[in-house]
C-alpha cells in the first residue's frame, strides 16, 4: 500500500467517527449536557418562605417524559401562576411540563387579600379603617373598623351579613371576602314611621304635640314560642295571652297614656306538637305527619347517609315498570304499580297503573309537566336554595302520580316523605328513592295547580337533605320549611298564596305556631302566612340588599327555626317579626319610607288588598280593650284621635314585646 492511499484511508476513518460523535451529542435543544439521555428541573418558589414545590429541584427526568408540578401555599398566601424561564411552558390545567430539556419554573406565591364589600340599605355611608395588621399588606386576618354615618335625618340602625349586631363602629378581621350590609333607618320627617318596643315593666313616651293623630299598638307575644317535638300531646289554650289596654284621661279628654298588659296561663316557651292532627285538611295532616317522620330520622342522620348513592334499581325507561310504597293514596293502598311515561333532563315521571288513561293526564300534560321541571322547577330550586343530596345513585328524581287523600274540605296535592331516604332495611316503609309525589288531577284547575306542586315539594326534599347533609340540631320547623316552599312556589311560577286578602283582613294567624286544630275557623291561613313571611325575606334581603344566598344559609343552618332565621339576617327574631308586621300595615303606602317596611313582588294596597287590617279605637272615650292571641300573631290596634300636647307615654307590664308605631 502506497503512502497516500494509507494517509487518505486514516482521514476517511477520522471523519466516520467525528460525524458518530457530532450526531451523538448534537440533540440537546434545552441546552447543557445531560447525563444518560435525562434532564433536570429546577424549581424555585417566589417570595422566599411563601411555599413549598414538588418535585424537589434538581430532579432529573427522560427525555419528553411529563412532570407534574405541585405547589403549597404557605399561610397568608396564595398560589399566583407559574413564572421563570420556562413557565410559559407549562400546561395550566394540570400542571404540567414536557421535560424535552433542562427546564427551570418558579412557583409564583401572592399574599392573600381580600374584599369587604359594603352595601347599604336606606342613606348613609360606611367609612373604613385598617386597626391592626399581622401581614405586610391589607389581607389576612387584618382587623378593619368599619363605621356606620347615617345621611342627615337618618339613623344607622343595624349590620347584617358576615357583621351582624348594632355595634357603631364594629371592628371585623378579615379573614375571608367579607359581604355587608348596613342599615339605616329615619325617625323624622313626613310620613316616617317610630317603631319602639315598651320595655317590661317600663314606659315609653311618644313625641309630643299631637292633635288628632293615628298610632298603631301591636298586640303580641314574642316569648319565643314556635314548635318543638315530644311524646305527648297538648293542646295550644295555655299559650293564648289576654292583651289588656287600659286608657288614663284627664277631664277634657287629652289622653296622656295608656297601660299595656298581658295575663295569660303558665305558658312553656315550646309549644309541643301533636303526633296526631285532624284530616279536616288532608295537606295540613300530609304535613304534619312528614314533618315528624322527618324528625324520627333525624335522630340517626348516620343511617340515611349510609344509603347515599347506592342504586336501588335500574335507570328507567319509558315503560319501565316499578310498585312504589305508596301510605297516602285514596284508595288506601300501599303498594302502588306504576309505569315510567316521561324522562326527562332531572326526572323520571311515573303514573299509577290505574290511571293511565286518565283523561286529565295526557302524554301532553305529562310533557309539560316534566318540561317545567326540568327548565324552571330544578334549576331555579337548586340556586335559590341548594342540591339534593344523592340516596339512589342516580342525579334525577322519581315523581310519582297516584290519587291521594281527599276530604270535603280540600285534597292532598302532593307530598315529599323523609322516610324514601332511608334504606328499606332500617324498618321504614322506604322506596330508597330521590323522590316525591303529587295526585292525580280530576279538574283542568288542579291540572294549572301541578307546577306549584312540582316546586313546593321538591323544595321540601332540598330542606330535609341539606339539614341531614349539615348534621342540623333537627329537620327544619315546620312553619319555616313551610315558608321556604311557599317561596318556591313564587320564584318558580309567580304565583303567591291566594288567600292574602283574607289573611290580611283579619284571619292572621300565628307565623310559629300552626293551627292544627282549626280554632280560628280556616285552616290555611298559615300557609298564608308563611308565603307572605318568606316573601317579605325574598324582597327586603335577597332584592334590596342583594343577599342572593340568604336562603341557602336558612337551608344549610346547624340550627332551626327562629334561631336559623336570625342567624341567616343577622337580626333578632323578634326585631325582624315587628318590621314584619309593620310592613304588612303599612307597605306600598307613604309612610313605608325604606325597604324594611315594604314589599316589592306584590303590592298590598292594590287588587283589592288594603294592607293589614287594624281593629280601630278612638281613645279619647274612657275605655278599655283586650284581645286574646297567639304568639307571633300579626295584630294591630289603630289608636285614632290621639290628642297630645305634653307627649304619649305608654307603659308595659308581663311582656317586654309590644311594639308602638307612630308617624
Known sequence: MSLYKYYLMAFALTLFVGLLVGC?????????????????????????????????????????????????????????????????????????????????VTA???????????????????????????????????????????????NFDHWTGDLTGTTNPATITVNSTKNIIAYFTTDSGPGALTLASVPNGGAITALGNYSSRQIFLSANVLDGTEETFADQTQTDTSLRSTITVNTVTTSNLVLPSLRVARSASAAPS??????????ASPQMHADAIMHDRGHTLMQNKALLRSVRGT??????????????????????????????????????????????????????????????????????????????????????IYILATPLERSSTGYLAGYFNPY???????????????????TVPTSTAEVQAIDVVLAHEFQH?????????????????????????????????????????????????????????????????????????????????????????IFKLLENGTVVGMQNVANATGMTFNQLFQDWETALLVSNTAQATSSRFMYQSINLQAGGLSGLRTTP????????QKITVLPYTPYFWSLNNVQSTTGLTISGQNDPGFLVVYP
Open 617 to 624: 279605637w278612638n281613645v279619647t272615650s274612657l275605655n278599655s
Open 461 to 549: 326534599m332540598i330542606n330535609f337533605d341539606r339539614h341531614v347533609a349539615n348534621n342540623a340540631s333537627d329537620v327544619e320547623m315546620s312553619w319555616l320549611d313551610e315558608s321556604l316552599s311557599e317561596l318556591a312556589t313564587f320564584v318558580c311560577t309567580g304565583q303567591v298564596d291566594n288567600n292574602i286578602g283574607y289573611y290580611l283582613s283579619g284571619y292572621a294567624t300565628s307565623l310559629t305556631i300552626w293551627d292544627y286544630y282549626n280554632t280560628n275557623g280556616n285552616l290555611y291561613m298559615n300557609y298564608t302566612g308563611s308565603c307572605l313571611f318568606s316573601l317579605y325575606l325574598h324582597d327586603r334581603f335577597y332584592i334590596s340588599a342583594g343577599q342572593t344566598g
Open 311 to 396: 342504586r336501588a334499581i335500574t335507570a328507567p325507561v319509558v315503560g319501565s315498570q316499578h310498585s312504589f310504597n305508596v301510605d297516602l293514596s285514596v284508595s288506601g293502598d300501599t303498594t302502588v304499580a306504576a309505569t315510567c311515561k316521561k324522562v326527562g333532563t332531572h326526572c323520571y315521571i311515573f303514573v299509577d297503573n290505574k290511571k293511565l288513561t286518565d283523561p286529565f293526564l295526557t302524554n301532553t300534560v305529562i310533557d309539560s309537566l316534566a318540561n317545567f321541571f326540568d327548565t324552571t322547577a330544578y334549576p331555579t330550586d337548586t340556586s335559590t336554595f341548594d342540591n339534593p343530596t344523592d340516596t339512589d345513585g342516580d342525579p334525577k
Open 24 to 104: 451523538s451529542s448534537g440533540g440537546n435543544s434545552g441546552g447543557g449536557s445531560p447525563t444518560s439521555d435525562k434532564y433536570t428541573l429546577t424549581m424555585a418558589v417566589d417570595p422566599s418562605n411563601s411555599g413549598s414545590v414538588m418535585p424537589a429541584s434538581g430532579s432529573q427526568f427522560t427525555q419528553n417524559s411529563v412532570a407534574y408540578l405541585y405547589y403549597y401555599p404557605a399561610s397568608g398566601y396564595v398560589f399566583s401562576h407559574w413564572g421563570g424561564v420556562n413557565g410559559s411552558q407549562v400546561l395550566t390545567q394540570n400542571n404540567t411540563l414536557v421535560m424535552n430539556g433542562n427546564k427551570s
Open 420 to 438: 324514601d331516604k332511608a334504606p328499606s332495611s332500617g324498618g321504614y316503609q322506604s322506596n330508597q328513592l330521590d323522590m316525591f309525589y303529587v
Open 270 to 279: 315550646r309549644l309541643i306538637k301533636r303526633m296526631t292532627v285532624q284530616k
Open 108 to 154: 409564583v406565591f401572592a399574599p392573600v387579600s381580600y374584599n369587604i364589600n359594603v352595601s347599604v340599605s336606606g342613606q348613609g355611608t360606611v367609612t373604613q379603617q385598617l386597626v391592626a395588621s399581622t401581614q405586610v399588606r391589607y389581607g389576612n386576618n387584618d382587623q378593619v373598623q368599619l363605621t356606620a354615618v347615617p345621611a342627615s335625618g337618618w
